[in-house]
């Protein structure tokens, strides 16, 4: 059986986030394989073989940009699109994303309709499903 491209593995280590952005994506349909650390990323990269994969930067063992560079240099994984997600927002880090082989960039703190808007985007899906709550862009600074 073949089945549209929908999921997702999100790479993220702080629990908060990752219930919240996994719950998100998960409402929105797709399907969606949790990691908390680089390493545990890059294996699922290779073992579930996601459709895109979500990276946060700050995470244990290998961080973002590492697991990442691993990933876009097996031929086996390279395919797969990864956004790199940052809470450091320093002048430098898109382009240091880029340099690890990251296809997208998007800083922190991010609501959960404006990351389905960019996940969707990624997919080519419209958002019509859903409105991204305005208030949530200017909440308080969500744990990073
Ligand atoms: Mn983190």
Known sequence: ????????LL????ED??????????FA????????????GVHFARTRRPDLILMDISVPELD??????I??????????PVVAVTAHALPGDEARSR????????AKPIAPGKLLVEVDRWFGRTTSSYTPARSQDSSTNPPR
Do not use: Q, S
């Open 17 to 26: 986030n990752r219930i919240i952005y996994a719950t998100a994506l998960r």
């Open 64 to 69: 973002g940009w590492e697991a990442t560079a």
């Open 29 to 40: 349909g797709y399907e969606v394989i949790e990691a908390i650390t680089g390493t545990e």
């Open 99 to 106: 340099a690890a082989g990251c296809d997208g960039y998007l």
């Open 71 to 80: 990933i876009k240099a097996d031929p086996e994984t390279k395919h797969i």
């Open 1 to 8: 059986m073949t089945t549209a491209p929908n999921t997702v």
């Open 11 to 14: 790479v993220e280590d702080n």
